[in-house]
């Protein structure tokens, strides 16, 4: 995540269909980063690891399932979004932000109904 004031990341678990943007308390998943002041530079990058046991990456993905229908270990495991939620630092204006600059993920998408809008560019 780029740039500065975060100070929680949370998953959002898998509902089914991908994420609308409007978070119900049913769809908070586990956080994975909480500060109470966020200590980051400004135009650092932030980088928040969940590792393989807590992401599930490797479960087995069955070739029969669908988004709507994932097995129970991978729908368990399967983040549908993240909440990230920042504060602005004491003292700046309103025209500081913060602002998140932009956000890259690292793993694997299950059952895309679009595989190109995953597909790697090297821009």
């Known amino acids: 995540?780029?740039?500065?004031?975060?100070?929680?990341?949370?998953?959002?678990?898998?509902?089914?269909?991908?994420?609308?943007?409007?978070?119900t308390g049913k769809a908070l998943g586990a956080v994975v980063y909480d500060t109470t002041q966020d200590s980051t530079k400004c135009q650092s990058v932030l980088s928040v690891k969940v590792g393989a046991k807590d992401s599930g990456i490797g479960l087995p993905v069955p070739a029969a399932g669908t988004q709507?229908?994932?097995?129970k270990k991978l729908a368990a495991k399967?983040?549908?979004?993240?909440?990230?939620?920042?504060?602005r630092p004491a003292g700046a204006d309103a025209a500081y932000g913060p602002y998140v600059e932009y956000v890259?993920?690292?793993?694997?998408?299950?059952?895309?109904?679009?595989?190109s809008q995953y597909?790697?560019?090297?821009?």
């Open 104 to 115: 890259r993920f690292a793993g694997r998408v299950l059952y895309p109904k679009d595989a």
């Open 1 to 23: 995540i780029k740039n500065v004031g975060v100070v929680k990341v949370q998953l959002l678990k898998w509902m089914g269909a991908p994420s609308t943007g409007q978070v």
């Open 68 to 71: 709507a229908k994932l097995g």
């Open 78 to 87: 399967a983040v549908g979004g993240v909440l990230i939620t920042m504060q």
């Open 119 to 123: 597909a790697y560019t090297n821009a």
